[in-house]
């Protein structure tokens, strides 16, 4: 790839990354005087605001590397449905305690694998971004284990309800682990991650994990693939429309 | 006094601009007033190049709501003092470090009620602890725990089973 090329592709990867961060600090803020108690309400909107955090930082990059006048509110604000190229598994509602809680799992398990490689990108601006949400996502992945844990290895009720939510999620996580063109192109540059080498590592740590919280992980006999191409389910569209309301009644409005 | 603060520290002595550093002790972190942004370890640097000032911070927490106000806080302390020309730039590697923290910072944060990050043996991976950070009202080590995630992005809840207090500790980071 020319440099050119390679500025744009990491243009395209710093938008798709700030889109995951973003839909699914998005979807954990909804928690915020929902929560179960007072202790866990708090810690959900500590953590979307982590993500939106880093959402932001992601964004502002795209926003350097197009230098075309755009900012990082065109991206969150101004951009339709099949524009967001992030994960489903991110944009699922949040259902119950359990499922938001298995879905941090699975996505705080995959976050830790992949900021550990990006840390390492030759990119010194997605190198710092990931260094710094390295840290942060050690506080979650503390969290989600524990939950899941507790919630597995709890009562019937509960443990139905986790079991449940691992079923319902399971097929949105295979995409996690299919890079296309563009992102083994930037992993073979050294800017990138090839979320292939990801897999392994992360199903070893989900199956002591489920072990010990008394639950069994599914089948891989069904998978739904679509975000990174902007093939989406239905629920970014209504995500979108809550997320982006206020900016579109007044237009180019700021805090 | 840790490292990361002695080279924040050298680079403030070395500065021929020490009214700035002054003045910039007057910008607090909204949240956690007793500490300047100096304290707190966002401060970088102060310098001056082509007749502009150039303050160079570094954010605590990705989302944290405090560094708008922060920025804004300098702009203004900054222009109060006839300064036109400035600039604030951000600098993100390396990552913001509850390392970074100023010694006189963690003593008044005991004083107003906070535990600093020191006053707690970290967990695995340098997280917080389940028990044992030193209840800054009583002194005891009988701490438990409530919450990773506190009030503000930066602090974690605990209460202590000697007083039967609740406090916030400022989290190792
Ligand atoms: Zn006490």
């Known amino acids: 790839m020319s440099e050119d090329d390679l500025q744009q592709a990491t243009l395209e990867l710093a938008l798709r990354l700030g889109d995951d961060a973003l839909v699914l600090g998005q979807r954990l803020s909804e928690w915020v005087s929902n929560a179960p108690y007072l202790e866990e309400d708090i810690a959900c909107a500590n953590v979307a605001l982590d993500f939106i955090g880093r959402a932001r930082m992601y964004y502002g990059y795209a926003a350097e590397l197009a230098a075309d006048g755009r900012c990082e509110d065109d991206f969150a604000y101004l951009r339709s449905e099949r524009e967001f190229h992030n994960y489903l598994i991110l944009e699922l509602p949040r259902g119950d305690f359990a499922f938001t809680q298995v879905r941090q799992l699975l996505v705080d398990l995959y976050n830790s694998g992949f900021l550990a490689q990006l840390c390492r990108s030759r990119d010194a601006t997605l190198a710092a971004i990931a260094a710094k949400a390295m840290k942060e996502t050690r506080y979650h992945l503390r969290r989600s284990r524990e939950w899941v844990v507790r919630l597995g290895d709890g009562t019937e009720e509960s443990k139905r309800r986790t079991q449940q939510a691992l079923e319902e999620l399971w097929g949105y996580t295979h995409e996690l682990f299919e890079p296309d063109t563009l992102e083994q192109q930037l992993a073979q540059a050294g800017i990138g991650v090839d979320t292939r080498m990801l897999k392994a590592h992360w199903q070893q740590e989900l199956e002591a994990l489920a072990r010990e919280a008394g639950l069994h992980l599914p089948q891989n006999d069904w998978a739904v693939r679509g975000g990174r191409t902007g093939y989406h389910t239905e629920n970014l569209g209504h995500l979108l429309m809550e997320l982006q309301s206020i900016h579109r009644a007044y237009p180019g409005c700021q805090w | 006094m840790s490292s990361d603060y002695s080279d924040r520290l050298r680079r403030r002595e070395a500065s021929p601009l020490a009214a700035l550093w002054e003045l910039l002790d007057r910008v607090r972190d909204p949240e956690l007033p007793v500490l300047s942004i100096w304290d707190l370890g966002v401060l970088q640097d102060v310098t001056c190049g082509n007749g502009s000032v150039v303050v160079t911070i570094t954010p605590t927490y990705s989302g944290c709501p405090a560094m708008e ?104 980071i």
């Open chain 2, 69 to 172: 106000q922060i920025r804004a806080d300098i702009e203004r302390v900054l222009r109060a003092a006839g300064i036109e020309a400035l600039e604030i730039r951000t600098r993100l590697a390396p990552a913001w470090s509850s390392t970074w923290l100023s010694p006189q910072g963690c003593a008044r944060l005991r004083q107003y009620g906070v535990a600093p990050p020191s006053d707690g043996v970290a967990a695995e991976h340098g997280l917080t602890p389940d028990a044992g950070v030193v209840c800054p009202r009583c002194g005891s080590a009988h701490t438990l725990r409530i919450s990773a995630f506190g009030s503000t992005a930066c602090k974690a809840l605990y209460r202590c089973t000697h007083c039967c207090e609740p406090f916030d500790y400022f989290k190792p």
